[in-house]
């Protein structure tokens, strides 16, 4: 257990306990006219209880694929290819539908994008959450009014809202209201992908504090996606920087901002403003992901990568060992660093 509150960014928080997510080996890919084409490889990823775990890169990097899969909620065109999610010693991937659907919501829920695809336009807020808890058994009215009131108290949605249509919230509170959803059995575990990225900043960062109080107070585990790094800076424990499908970077949130080890995780961190910095021109990276069909061979960023040689045309790099992070980088080859 977390036995003091986690500071926000604070890698120290970072516990030795037996993680509850073990993602290992996870490969998606999506099946085409011109065969199954790869779009998450290889990935390995744990997640400790109470850690917030962000995973960053260019849209189009398999970021929401891997969400999806670790949820299970993938549907054709898409499937599991290998590799197993193990929760709470589980493996998910070879788990019945039936089996699953206790685990999703109670042990582990998921926020997406838009509210407003992921809410029923046409049923008040209090339908859709009694519809959740009624598919889960719980049937005693009174439980499931008390339920929804005190999941909007903790995302600050006035009660009275419980009587709303989505429409009626602003796009802050609809994206409250469905973390308000998914808090409804107090799950370890909740995935959420890109929740703030239909608001504007302030509302973001608004959200994200939010998000993060929560966190605290009720000590769930969030495994966060987003394209904006900036957006996680004080708030992940640690990072994954996803590229072309595959983790470039995985390691404590301050160590990649401070020195970040893969040249695409500098290049993602000069694309966005920092917060408190001076403004200044952003760079960005020049070009653009390679797409699923068009891996380049060796290194998948080399085309894009500003300190590229010749061995990144044709190696494929592992994940390095660089201090506390990993890095799928040659110039971290033991025999190139001289580590
Ligand atoms: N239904 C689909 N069929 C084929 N390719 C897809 C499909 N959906 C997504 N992709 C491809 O999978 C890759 C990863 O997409 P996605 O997971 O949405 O990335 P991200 O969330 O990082 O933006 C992209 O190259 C995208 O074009
Ligand atoms: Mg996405």
Excluded at 195 to 210: F, G, H, I
């Amino acid at each position: 257990m977390i036995t003091e509150s986690p500071r926000f960014g604070d890698s120290s928080v970072i516990t030795d306990e037996e993680p509850n997510l073990e993602v290992s080996g996870l490969s998606v890919a999506y099946d085409t006219d011109a065969g199954p084409l790869t779009a998450v490889d290889g990935v390995d990823l744990d997640v400790r209880p109470g850690e917030f775990v962000a995973v960053v890169g260019e849209s189009g990097c398999g970021k929401s694929t891997m969400a999806f899969a670790i949820a299970q909620l993938l549907s054709p065109p898409a499937r599991i290819t290998a590799g197993e999610v193990r929760f709470r010693g589980q493996n998910l991937v070879t788990m019945t539908e039936a089996a699953l659907a206790p685990v999703r919501w109670r042990n582990l829920s998921v926020v997406m994008q838009s509210a407003m695809n992921a809410l029923n336009p046409v049923l008040r807020i209090s339908a859709q959450f009694a519809d959740a808890m009624q598919a889960h058994g719980v049937r005693d009215k009174a439980e499931i009014r008390e339920r929804s009131e005190q999941v909007m108290d903790l995302v600050g949605i006035d009660r009275a809202h419980l009587a709303s249509y989505p429409h009626q919230l602003s796009g802050g509170m609809r994206q409250r209201a469905m973390i308000a959803m998914a808090q409804l059995f107090t799950p370890e575990l909740v995935i959420m992908d890109e929740p703030t990225s239909a608001l504007d900043v302030v509302a973001q960062r608004s959200l994200m504090l939010q998000i993060k109080e929560l966190q605290r107070q009720l000590g769930f585990a969030v495994i966060f996606v987003t394209h904006d790094m900036s957006l996680v800076s004080h708030f992940s424990d640690r990072l994954m920087v996803m590229y072309a499908g595959q983790a470039m970077e995985f390691g404590p949130t301050r160590q990649v901002f401070d020195a970040p080890a893969h040249p695409y995780s500098r290049g993602l961190l000069d694309a966005f403003p920092s917060i408190t910095g001076p403004r200044e021109r952003l760079q960005g990276i020049p070009g653009s992901p390679p797409a699923l069909q068009a891996m380049p061979a060796g290194c998948r960023f080399q085309p894009r990568c500003p300190v590229a040689f010749a061995d990144c045309e044709t190696v494929a790099p592992p994940l390095y060992p660089v201090d506390d992070v990993q890095a799928r980088c040659l110039l971290h080859a033991p025999e190139r660093s001289g580590r």
